[in-house]
Structures are given as C-alpha cells and as structure tokens.
C-alpha cells in the first residue's frame, strides 16, 4: 500500500494512542515511513522492539530515551538510531513531538 503524495498536516488525522501518546502517519509504502508522535509530560514510550530499523529527530520537548543498555537526555533538535531487534523506550520529561522514520514500513501503524 502506499500513501498519498502530499501529506498536509492540517488534514492528517492524529490517532490517540492513551496514557498521553498520539501518533499521525505520514508518507509510506511499503520500503519506509514517517510518523510523528506526540507525548504529553509524563507519558511512556513503552520499553519495545521491533524488526524496523528507526531513524527519529526530536521536533520538540525533552526525553529520557533508553535504546539498548544507554540512557540518554535528548530534546529539540537532536535525534537517535535504533538497529533491528534492540531495546529501545522514552519517558517524556517537557511535552514534545518526535518524528519517526521506519524501514520497512509499520504495517501494525495501519488500518
């Protein structure tokens, strides 16, 4: 499946995740894909893994990101890699939105 060509934000649906997490698809197919998803203070990007490789920059708020065994502070601006198959979660210290890139592409994110 592949998306849109044009993806405007303003006409993006947010799905609402619970516990302060809301996420919006943006382009894909079947090889990539952005996501943006929203923390509210406090909300838990649950400890996870996946087969996807992740690339994501942190648009806003501030973050404690764990991938693997290392914990780090991130915030506006910066960004983080996550290999195939490792560890990886955030609490979210200011809210924030970070923005995700995926290969292969979440088919779990879509309808």
């Not at 993006?12 to 516990?19: A, F, I, R, V």
């Not at 952005?34 to 996807?52: P, R, S």
């Not at 404690?64 to 979210?92: N, S």
């Amino acid at each position: 499946m592949e998306s849109e060509l044009f993806q405007i934000n303003a006409e993006m649906p947010w799905e609402d995740l619970g516990n302060g997490i809301k996420r919006q698809v943006f382009g894909h197919n079947d090889q990539i894909m952005l996501v943006k998803a929203k923390f509210e203070v406090g909300a838990i990007g649950t400890i996870h893994e996946h087969h996807h490789t992740q690339v994501t920059y942190v648009d806003s708020g501030v973050f404690e990101m764990t991938i693997g065994t290392e914990k780090r502070i991130i915030q506006q601006g910066d960004g983080f890699y996550v290999p195939p198959h490792t560890l990886h979660g955030c609490v979210c210290i200011a809210a924030g939105t970070l923005i995700d890139a995926f290969n292969p592409a979440r088919e779990d994110f879509l309808p």
